[in-house]
């Protein structure tokens, strides 16, 4: 089963000038396991194809299926739900709370979803900050750590609630080559352990990480290898 499967998306904003068409007939499959560059040039789609992944937007045509669930359906509710069960989502400015520590930001979904019994929390996000790396930088708060440690639990914070889809939208682009490589490297371990990685990406250092690429061009795509 395709952890991601986009069929014929449309999709159409309205603007002052009269409607735009972002996405013209899109499809895409994704299976467990993958790690995905969605690459293009600036104004290709990349980022309206990751919102009609996510269920962030919804497309004008065709269906958008993402773990199990037809995504293109759901209301807003159901959305919400699906989403914090099944999406982790990483920033290229990482998002997190600043008033929080690293291990309370990481807890975030674990709460928001009632996913592990509140007891477990803790003991699960310190799991994750090792897993990426980090675990010494658990009770600090988010200024006191890099950009890479701050990306670091951004991830760690995505995987809080074992999602089957990890998309992380330029993650890369706010960190030194670096620093880069090492997140790179991590996505590439996480999707090896069996979850599908989505990366939007500018970078062309991505190459030895990724297990395949879609290259969008005015909507359309241009190659899928
Ligand atoms: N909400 C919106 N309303 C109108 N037009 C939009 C909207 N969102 C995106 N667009 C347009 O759709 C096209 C695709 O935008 P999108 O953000 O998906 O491109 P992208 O490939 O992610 O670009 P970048 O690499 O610059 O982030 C662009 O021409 C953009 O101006």
């Known amino acids: 089963m395709p952890v991601i499967d986009v069929r014929e998306v449309t999709k159409t904003y309205d603007t002052p000038q009269g409607p ?9 499959r994704t299976g467990p396991g993958e790690f995905l560059a969605v690459v ?21 045509s065709g269906e958008v299926h993402v773990a199990g669930a037809a995504v293109h359906e759901l209301d807003q509710r159901a ?28 807890m975030l ?11 477990e929390r803790r003991s699960r996000a310190l799991e994750l900050l090792e ?9 600090k708060l988010p200024a006191a750590l890099s950009g890479g440690q701050q990306q670091r639990a951004a991830i ?19 960190l030194d ?10 996505f590439a371990a996480i999707a090896a352990g069996g979850t599908t990685v989505v990366m939007v990406t500018h970078g ?15 909507g359309a795509v241009r190659a899928r290898v």
């Open 177 to 186: 080559s670096a620093t880069a490589i090492a997140v790179l490297e991590l």
């Open 40 to 60: 293009g040039r600036s104004g290709s789609g990349k980022s309206t194809l990751i919102n009609m992944i996510t269920g962030i937007d919804r497309p004008t």
């Open 131 to 139: 897993r990426v790396g980090i675990a010494e930088q658990a009770d």
């Open 109 to 119: 979904p674990m709460d928001f979803c009632d996913t592990y019994p509140r007891g």
């Open 20 to 28: 735009f068409t972002a996405l013209r007939g899109v499809s895409l």
């Open 204 to 218: 062309s250092e991505v190459a030895p990480y990724i297990t395949s690429t879609v290259e969008l061009a005015d």
């Open 156 to 174: 760690a914070r995505a995987l809080s609630n074992d999602p089957p889809l990890l998309v992380a939208d330029e993650p890369t682009g706010n």
């Open 79 to 106: 959305l919400a739900v699906w989403r914090g069960r099944n999406v982790g989502v990483v920033f290229q400015f990482f998002q997190l709370l600043p008033t929080l520590t690293v291990a309370e930001n990481v």
